[in-house]
């Protein structure tokens, strides 16, 4: 009785201060994606690739020493179409779902409406699952490769390092690097949009000094004649 109350508290405490960090920083993974692409603008596009650097390297570090209970599922066309669609509600919901949670909790109408929506959507989801498999998953999600099924397996660094022996840490450093090139670029890019605009600002500062300074100059011809 006494693990499970400290069980409930301790996650009571962690999830207050996870909220209270999204609520306060307005982190969203959908606005990391949608703002980059729509608006170019990488705020939380930087904050969600380094969260996806140390995580990818301390989750594998894990792996490397056996501990850490890695997520099994098959990629195939149904998780690709799902996620697509999700995509797709979460842009017109302005939030993914931890930022809907938020947004609710502050009073947003919309994002209770769409918080309601995920619910039934799952529910029904669930009733779906259980009558009619898409495709079945006894038959087709083998962890193996299954092109009549539209499925591409299951892998990851655990299984890399199963099958070829070299530590899953070294999956992460590369995936890491990768994120970092990423990031990086990201930083490139808002450096020459910074310089940009601060010659654009520079430009229009002088344009209006040129103007300011030619009727100044008329009227000294003026008092001159």
């Known amino acids: 009785m006494d693990s499970a109350i400290g069980e409930c508290l301790a996650a009571f405490v962690f999830g207050s201060v996870v909220g209270l960090l999204v609520q306060r920083s307005r982190f969203c993974n959908t606005a990391a994606l949608r703002d980059a692409i729509l608006f170019k603008t990488y705020r939380n596009t930087k904050a969600l690739l380094v969260a996806m650097m140390i995580l990818t390297l301390g989750f594998t570090t894990f792996l490397t020493f056996g501990e850490g209970n890695p997520m099994h599922f098959d990629v195939g066309l ?77 892998s990851n660094a655990a299984t890399l390092q199963e099958k070829f022996g070299i530590p899953a840490v070294v999956f992460g450093a590369v995936q890491t690097l990768v994120l970092f090139a990423i990031y990086r670029a990201i930083r490139r890019k808002e450096t020459i949009q910074h310089q940009h605009h601060e010659e654009a600002a520079a430009r229009r500062e002088a344009a209006k000094a040129a103007k300011a300074a030619k009727p100044a100059n008329t009227d000294a011809r003026t008092e001159q004649a």
């Open 78 to 154: 149904n998780q690709i179409m799902g996620l697509f669609l999700f995509g797709i509600g979460m842009v017109l919901a302005g939030a993914c779902t931890v930022s809907t949670w938020v947004k609710t909790g502050e009073g947003n109408v919309g994002a209770l409406w769409a918080l309601l929506f995920t619910f039934i959507g799952m529910f029904l989801f669930s009733l779906l699952w259980s009558v009619n498999y898409w495709p079945p998953a006894s038959l087709s999600m083998t962890g193996e490769p299954n092109l009549a099924a539209l499925q591409l397996g299951y």
